[in-house]
């Protein structure tokens, strides 16, 4: 029999990063754009078989889709959307070349990785020669505009917060936190990286677009009810360029994955905004935070990213704790800067002269920083 028509079909195929940790596709029916990743090849227990042969997807998709997509019903994280199969109920015939997908809202913008120079230059962890001239003083290095980083930093400790405990900003009411859930067992991603962070462009008169966290082909449902525990396994078998993100605990394999590890994740990603590089395992603590001093951040955002990347996990902040210290660093940072100067101090002329250079990118950029 001939195979069947896939639902989704890539977009763009030509122009697919492999930075990204998603594909764009979209919807044969009505042409409609989305984001989709792969589903694990997983399998599961069949109770009645009493063995462990059955593949995740077929049990996803008519038993857990709805309770997924209520889970992660969050403005900062990106909705699922759908759950297909690359095969039929029969077993008999292929409907797509990626296997097994969840669907997930387009994000027009891309991921932030587009706007980070390529995983692929850096270094093996352990060269010291190379990492010693990326990690040297250099106050021509590359970096991202302050207000994106705390736009990203503010977006996605949101998301953390909802998925490590249960709690988000009540709908309509701005500034009120609750938890929307008392059964709420914590989250892991196990995967917060440039390549999981997207963006929508921005909206009337918005300095950026949504920013939203995606890719949960990782994560984990962890603990029990309450929150009081939450730890995972490491991730095996895991792209080198999701490696430069982990927290020393995961890395150095001394303790499982745990929420202060996506703390430290995060970090991770916003000094990869700061400094064009991920925190060099081959320097001591001290050292890798001293790289944020180069391009003239505001003492504000490196002070809270200094604390995500603590190397002790006590003394990082958990989510609760970063949601109210990005608002309050944020608001400074914002008064700072008022009276007609541009979100980025009006002396840092190099910072300004690089986010100009970087509007017509096509490529990395997809157009998505906006104009002064």
Known sequence: ???????YIPKDTESQSSAASSI???????????????????????????????????????????????????PNIISLVDITQSISTSGQYMAGEYGDLTIWEDMDAGCLSYLLPSPNALPDFTDSELWHGLAAQNFQRFSLPESLCWHVLSSISHAL???????????GITGEFMKHDDDVQPILIRDISPGQIWFKHP???????????????????TGVVGGRIAIASPVENAPREKQFYWAPEIYNATCSWSRPSEIWSLGAVIYT????????????YRWQISRMNDKGF????????????????AMRP????????????????????AEGQAYIDVKDKLVRKEYESMKGI????????PSL
């Open 1 to 7: 029999m001939a195979p069947i028509q896939p639902r």
């Open 24 to 74: 764009r596709v979209l919807r044969v029916s009505d042409n409609g754009s989305f984001i989709a990743s792969p589903i694990p090849e997983i399998m599961i227990k069949d109770p009645k078989k009493n063995t462990i042969t059955t593949p995740l997807a077929p049990v996803l998709i008519p038993t857990a889709a709805v309770s997924i997509s209520r889970i992660l019903n969050h």
């Open 161 to 171: 917060l909802w998925l490590h405990h249960g709690v988000k900003e009540t709908e």
């Open 203 to 221: 909206r009337a008169d918005e300095t950026y677009g949504e920013c939203k966290l995606g890719g949960f082909q990782w994560a984990k449902v």
């Open 273 to 284: 905004m700061m400094t064009g590089i991920p925190p060099p395992r081959y320097y001591d």
């Open 298 to 313: 505001s003492q504000g955002i490196r002070e809270i990213v200094a604390q995500m990347l603590d190397p002790s996990m």
């Open 318 to 337: 958990d989510a609760l704790q970063l949601v109210d210290e990005v608002e309050k660093g944020w608001r400074v940072w914002r008064a700072s800067t």
């Open 362 to 369: 096509e490529v990395r950029g997809r157009g998505f920083l």
